[in-house]
């Protein structure tokens, strides 16, 4: 294989582990503790023909289980329902593009009780779980954070480790090495793989379905929850984050609490709450 297919392969890896889709997940939540999920997974027609290329490549990760990803079967999705916690189970998926284009699917997932509901990397779709095997990597549940949740009355509480787990995530240290071995700085690297995220979003939200009496979150707009939201390459390309990245490199002791959560206050790409607890009183 040559360098260039080599670097280009290394770029697209590197976006599908982490956010090769514009995705959202959205937890409708009932006062009385039931609700839906509903989570959106879209794919650009530029990606899938890019991993359709790659697929003949040989070696690494069976990048044809991407294509499934954007098209799966009710089958797979039942079985994902699980993935979501006890008691949630399927109830529709509408398979389509989204208004610029992109391939891919809506799924809803019912529950009746919150407090079972748990949201990690364990929920991610089969096939995306399939692929990263394929690579011989495992999915984590616990390395990219969970939200967990409690009831009582009418307050909702939400656990959540997103902001914790992205910041012992900060410094990859295979990604700097990649890095290094491509004559980059950690933010080159990054802008690199931001000229192919162009229009990739990721996010979890929660949505009080009567309506939000007071809240202890930070970020709120309506009924709406924002737990987390991120703009890929406009986060990859924020100066702030290079500069930010280079710096930690160097000398990983800078990565602190106090420093990502003042980072995540300048970024205009991504929202994140950084509180490890919150509470919602539903109205």
Known sequence: MNR?????????LSLVFTSCVRTSTVLRVKKDGSGSIVSRYYFSPQMLAMIKQLEGAGGGPDLGLIGEMAS?????????SANYGEGVRYTKHEPGKDDEGWEGYVVTYAFDDIRKVRIDQNSVPGKAREFVESSGEEIEADKGGSLTFALEGDVLTVKTSFAKAGLEGMIDQDQLKQAREMGMTPSQSMKMAAGMAGGMRAGVFLRAEGGIAETTAAHVSGDLVILNDADVAKVLNDPDFGEFI???AVDPKLVTVEAVKELFGKLEGMTVETADEITVKLK
């Open 4 to 12: 260039e297919i080599s670097l280009l392969l290394l770029c697209v």
């Open 72 to 80: 799966p079967d009710e089958e797979s999705l039942r079985k994902d």
């Open 246 to 248: 280079d710096k930690a």
